[in-house]
């Protein structure tokens, strides 16, 4: 399993991207208040962990910000995307970024995974040309 | 002492939700039968994912070449054991399995002098 960072300058709980990725046709399989799991096809399988700024450790994780992509200021909710170890789960991964970005705006940092970086983009570049 | 086939309980192994099957509560990367490995190719330490892992009661030992100095402290304050090259982790599990065997030869141990007490 790996997974990458979310940056969102709202403050959002489970239940909110529930609705949002519910609403775009996601199979959301659990949904609790700082955490959300959505089900895709061929056993992909995804989570998400949500953190507000004040459950973030400001010794441990806000004093780090060399590898934030927000300042911790502006930070509203930080939700890591978590991937079962398929390209299913890949290809599901970042669709589902790529609606949080659509509805709420954020940025994603890879974290050195290169290659979900690439299906990032080349999903967005898909959906542009079609 | 080395590693075994026998080590080897399975790869990508789901973990259910006991209250609710459906829901998988995470998935381990390499299951063995003394410990819990977790590979990580990118620099997240998903704290979240190794306290699920805590669960099974086996040490878990979280293989990142390129953890930086915060996924470092996180993998330790989440109780795992941070390894950063192949060598040290065939080391560290080889450690683990020795102290796994180690204990489970003093339980054995244990067992028999309860058994001859109690013959006695």
Do not use: C
């Not at chain 1, 709202?10 to 609790?32: E, H, I, M, T």
């Not at chain 1, 895709?40 to 507000?52: E, T």
């Not at chain 2, 192949?86 to 399995?97: A, M, R, V, Y």
């Amino acid at each position: 399993m790996d997974g990458f960072r979310m940056y969102f300058s709202q403050d959002l709980r489970g239940p909110d991207v529930a609705k949002v990725l519910s609403a775009a046709g996601f199979n959301v399989n659990a949904q609790r208040s700082r955490e959300v799991h959505v089900v895709g096809p061929a056993n992909a399988y995804v989570w998400l962990d949500l953190s507000s700024r004040s459950e973030l450790d400001p010794a441990e994780d806000i004093s780090q910000t060399e590898s934030w992509a927000m300042p911790p200021n502006q930070l509203g909710t930080l939700i890591v995307i978590m991937a079962k170890s398929n390209d299913e789960a890949s290809q599901l991964a970042v669709r589902v970024a790529r609606r949080l970005v659509e509805h709420f705006g954020a940025l994603i940092t890879w974290d050195g995974l290169f290659g979900l970086e690439r299906l990032y983009g080349e999903f967005n570049t898909n959906r542009r040309s079609s | 002492m080395g590693l075994g086939e026998g080590d080897l309980v399975d790869v990508q192994v789901d973990v259910p939700n006991p209250d609710n099957p459906g829901e998988l509560s995470t998935e381990l990367d390499i299951q063995l039968t003394f410990a819990v490995v977790e590979v990580k190719s990118g620099t997240n330490a998903l704290t979240h994912s190794l306290d699920k892992k805590q669960k099974f009661g086996l040490p878990v030992v979280v293989y990142a070449p390129r953890a930086n100095g915060l996924q470092q402290r996180q993998i330790f304050n989440a109780g795992a054991i941070w390894v950063w090259d192949i060598n040290s982790l065939l080391g560290t599990l080889d450690q683990i399995k020795a102290a796994a065997e180690a204990r489970a030869k003093k339980k054995t141990k244990e067992k028999i002098d309860i058994n001859i007490t109690y013959q006695q």
